[in-house]
């Protein structure tokens, strides 16, 4: 009885034995990698052998072996699933890659199937046929994945952009992240080292499989991009996204503060401040109403004789008004358009000395420079009367005044800037 | 946020109601024909006349003396260069009368140099130089002067537009000397 106890334990580990060296000649011949530099570890009876466990020979069998990668690593924490007789047993490799699994046996003989699984290895299958009631100790080599450490930065122009969501797929493998934010560090400083930045580690049975990453965000336009496992040398990836060509959510409320400065004009000055409300009326969301104050800062220049034989001389008078009152103003297109919203509009108000009523019609265009600041570039007609002095030369002292009044017309070019909220 | 900024558009709105007030200076100088300009300093000099003899004029140190200057009867006249545009200087039979900026007595300058003259300079010109004024109109070559006779001159300057005076010389006074 126990020469066929032992014979049947003796066969078993041949048979196991050879299976192994079969695959672990196959898995050799056909993955190589001359940068992973092998640890020195190898298949070891007496580690294997001080790994015990309780189990009773007489109702069950021991399956117990190491599990060592093809690059002489051990591997730990390995998911072993062993069917017999139909039914599942689960273990995981320990410490120096052994592990060891007593499993109940009906029959002295029999065929069970072993599967190892590690996410960072390859699905290792096999079949084995046990005679006995031991299987002797299995050496069984595992065949790394390739792993790969995506790093990537996502801007906005030149600004990095946080909270972009990240979706990386592989295979049937899709991971979501968002790009990172600034945050105060342990020493309680504002770091922003890592500001719009993602990462993630992924791995791949085979170097010719792709990987696809899509970046979005609210207000932004999507962006896609794949590579090889084999393309992929570890440096960090840069992307840019565009915004989108309308504002997600705009806001009623405008505020700007417009320029003019003497470009194309008279030397004339200006400068406006104003606050819109839009107005929602169903679906119709095209007129803003407000109010208006500006300073229109006017220089004109009169001319008038002097000595004989000199030339003429020219004075300058410097006037300053002030305009107040409401404004309307009408989208002629859509005015979430982040690209040339362009509005016409009209204040009608008071110009504040010399009091008088005024109109200034106008029309412009705004550009968003972000989700709610924009740049506004606005044509205003102005039409006011102003009371030039005209200077009469005197050799004997100071020249005379003499007032005339005048209207002052004017198309002003003039650049703002806008916030809505 | 709208509430705070109202009434800073408001007080900046009224200052801005306002036009720039030309002309009004801080600069007094009672000595000067123009009391609100910057002195024209007028040393002391000397010129041949037309008669050979070496004249001296005092310049600015005579304006206290009780005692006037004489002169040729084809004077020169000096003062400290300028540099501006517009700069006239006259020489009138009775003191130069200022009153509002301007000099009243206008009817009894006889000669006059100015900076749009062909001759002369800032800072030195003969007689010869200028014209002759009657009832303050500028007139032909200048007329000589009348011996013995009591003559009063001043310097003045305008700013470059030319509307207000910006530099102006003490009165001076001198006799002009016998034939």
Same mark, same amino acid.
């Given at each position: 009885m126990k020469l066929l106890k032992y014979r049947y334990l003796l066969l078993a580990i041949i048979v196991v034995q050879n299976v192994f060296a079969q695959q672990t000649d196959k898995w050799i011949s056909s993955e190589s990698d001359d940068n992973v530099q092998p640890k020195l570890v190898d298949f070891n009876d007496s580690i294997i052998n001080a790994y015990e466990v309780v189990y009773n020979p007489d109702s069950e069998f021991l399956l117990r072996g190491q599990i060592i990668s093809i690059f002489h690593e051990y591997v730990e924490n390995v998911q072993i699933e062993v069917i017999s007789n139909g039914n599942k047993y689960f273990t995981h490799s320990a410490g120096f890659g052994v592990f060891a699994l007593a499993i109940p046996r009906k029959l002295f003989e029999g065929i069970i199937t072993l599967r190892l699984i590690h996410e960072d290895y390859r699905i290792f299958d096999t079949t084995l046929y046990i005679r006995n009631k031991e299987t002797g100790n299995l050496k069984l080599n595992m065949v790394p994945k390739y792993k790969i450490l995506v790093k990537g930065r996502v801007f906005e122009g030149s600004n990095p952009l946080e909270g972009v969501n990240v979706i990386i797929r592989h295979n049937e493998n899709v991971q979501e992240l968002k790009t990172l934010g600034c945050y105060y560090d342990d020493e309680d400083y504002w770091n922003c080292l890592y500001n719009g930045m993602f990462k993630s580690e992924i791995s791949s049975e085979y170097a010719t499989d792709s990987v696809y990453i899509s970046m979005n965000k609210k207000g932004f336009q999507s962006r896609n991009y794949s590579f090889l496992f084999s393309e992929y040398t570890g440096e960090l990836l840069l992307f840019k996204l565009k915004y989108a060509d309308s504002i997600p959510d705009l806001g009623k409320n405008d505020l700007c503060l417009r320029l003019s400065f003497p470009f194309l004009t008279k030397d004339q000055w200006f400068i406006d401040l104003s606050y819109y409300h839009r107005l929602n009326i169903g679906s119709f969301n095209r007129l803003s109403f407000g109010a208006e104050a500006s300073i229109l800062l006017t220089t004109y220049k009169t001319s008038h004789t002097t000595l004989p034989g000199l030339p003429d001389a020219e004075a300058d008078s410097v006037y300053l008004r002030g305009f107040i009152g409401p404004s309307v103003i009408a989208w002629?297109?859509?005015?979430? &358009? &982040?690209?040339?919203?362009t509005y016409a509009g009209a204040t009608v108000g008071v110009y504040l000395n010399n009091p008088e009523i005024g109109i200034q019609p106008f029309i412009g265009t705004r550009f968003f420079v972000d989700m709610n600041k924009s740049i506004g570039l606005e044509v205003r007609y102005f039409s006011n009367h102003l009371e030039v002095v005209k200077y009469t030369f005197s050799e004997f002292g100071d020249a005379s005044r003499s007032v005339n009044t005048i209207i002052n017309e004017s198309l002003l070019l003039n650049l703002g800037i806008q916030v809505n909220f | 946020m709208i509430k705070s900024i109202l009434p800073i558009i408001f007080i900046a709105l009224f200052i801005s109601s306002c036009e720039k007030d030309e002309g009004t200076t801080d600069i007094y100088n009672e000595?000067? !024909?123009?009391?609100?300009s910057i002195k024209i300093n007028i040393p002391s000099y000397s010129y041949i006349s037309g008669k050979g003899t070496q004249i001296f004029v005092r310049g600015d140190t005579s304006y206290f003396s009780p005692v006037s200057d004489t002169l040729s009867v084809e004077p020169v006249f000096a003062w400290d260069t300028v540099n501006v545009a517009l700069l006239h200087i006259g020489i009138f039979t009775e003191e130069i009368q200022v009153s509002q900026n301007r !000099?009243? =007595?206008? =009817?009894? *300058?006889i000669w006059a140099w100015h900076?749009? *003259?062909?001759?002369?300079?800032d800072g030195y010109v003969k007689y010869s130089d200028g014209i002759s004024v009657s009832l303050g109109e500028y007139q032909g070559s200048a007329i000589p002067l009348i011996p013995l006779n009591k003559y009063y001159w001043a310097v003045w300057a305008w700013n470059p537009s030319g509307t207000a005076i910006w530099f102006s010389s003490r009165q001076l006074t001198f006799v002009v000397e016998d034939r």
């Amino acid at each position: 009885m126990k020469l066929l106890k032992y014979r049947y334990l003796l066969l078993a580990i041949i048979v196991v034995q050879n299976v192994f060296a079969q695959q672990t000649d196959k898995w050799i011949s056909s993955e190589s990698d001359d940068n992973v530099q092998p640890k020195l570890v190898d298949f070891n009876d007496s580690i294997i052998n001080a790994y015990e466990v309780v189990y009773n020979p007489d109702s069950e069998f021991l399956l117990r072996g190491q599990i060592i990668s093809i690059f002489h690593e051990y591997v730990e924490n390995v998911q072993i699933e062993v069917i017999s007789n139909g039914n599942k047993y689960f273990t995981h490799s320990a410490g120096f890659g052994v592990f060891a699994l007593a499993i109940p046996r009906k029959l002295f003989e029999g065929i069970i199937t072993l599967r190892l699984i590690h996410e960072d290895y390859r699905i290792f299958d096999t079949t084995l046929y046990i005679r006995n009631k031991e299987t002797g100790n299995l050496k069984l080599n595992m065949v790394p994945k390739y792993k790969i450490l995506v790093k990537g930065r996502v801007f906005e122009g030149s600004n990095p952009l946080e909270g972009v969501n990240v979706i990386i797929r592989h295979n049937e493998n899709v991971q979501e992240l968002k790009t990172l934010g600034c945050y105060y560090d342990d020493e309680d400083y504002w770091n922003c080292l890592y500001n719009g930045m993602f990462k993630s580690e992924i791995s791949s049975e085979y170097a010719t499989d792709s990987v696809y990453i899509s970046m979005n965000k609210k207000g932004f336009q999507s962006r896609n991009y794949s590579f090889l496992f084999s393309e992929y040398t570890g440096e960090l990836l840069l992307f840019k996204l565009k915004y989108a060509d309308s504002i997600p959510d705009l806001g009623k409320n405008d505020l700007c503060l417009r320029l003019s400065f003497p470009f194309l004009t008279k030397d004339q000055w200006f400068i406006d401040l104003s606050y819109y409300h839009r107005l929602n009326i169903g679906s119709f969301n095209r007129l803003s109403f407000g109010a208006e104050a500006s300073i229109l800062l006017t220089t004109y220049k009169t001319s008038h004789t002097t000595l004989p034989g000199l030339p003429d001389a020219e004075a300058d008078s410097v006037y300053l008004r002030g305009f107040i009152g409401p404004s309307v103003i009408a989208w002629i297109t859509k005015p979430h &358009r &982040r690209y040339f919203s362009t509005y016409a509009g009209a204040t009608v108000g008071v110009y504040l000395n010399n009091p008088e009523i005024g109109i200034q019609p106008f029309i412009g265009t705004r550009f968003f420079v972000d989700m709610n600041k924009s740049i506004g570039l606005e044509v205003r007609y102005f039409s006011n009367h102003l009371e030039v002095v005209k200077y009469t030369f005197s050799e004997f002292g100071d020249a005379s005044r003499s007032v005339n009044t005048i209207i002052n017309e004017s198309l002003l070019l003039n650049l703002g800037i806008q916030v809505n909220f | 946020m709208i509430k705070s900024i109202l009434p800073i558009i408001f007080i900046a709105l009224f200052i801005s109601s306002c036009e720039k007030d030309e002309g009004t200076t801080d600069i007094y100088n009672e000595d000067l !024909i123009f009391t609100r300009s910057i002195k024209i300093n007028i040393p002391s000099y000397s010129y041949i006349s037309g008669k050979g003899t070496q004249i001296f004029v005092r310049g600015d140190t005579s304006y206290f003396s009780p005692v006037s200057d004489t002169l040729s009867v084809e004077p020169v006249f000096a003062w400290d260069t300028v540099n501006v545009a517009l700069l006239h200087i006259g020489i009138f039979t009775e003191e130069i009368q200022v009153s509002q900026n301007r !000099i009243q =007595n206008s =009817n009894s *300058m006889i000669w006059a140099w100015h900076s749009g *003259m062909e001759s002369g300079s800032d800072g030195y010109v003969k007689y010869s130089d200028g014209i002759s004024v009657s009832l303050g109109e500028y007139q032909g070559s200048a007329i000589p002067l009348i011996p013995l006779n009591k003559y009063y001159w001043a310097v003045w300057a305008w700013n470059p537009s030319g509307t207000a005076i910006w530099f102006s010389s003490r009165q001076l006074t001198f006799v002009v000397e016998d034939r």
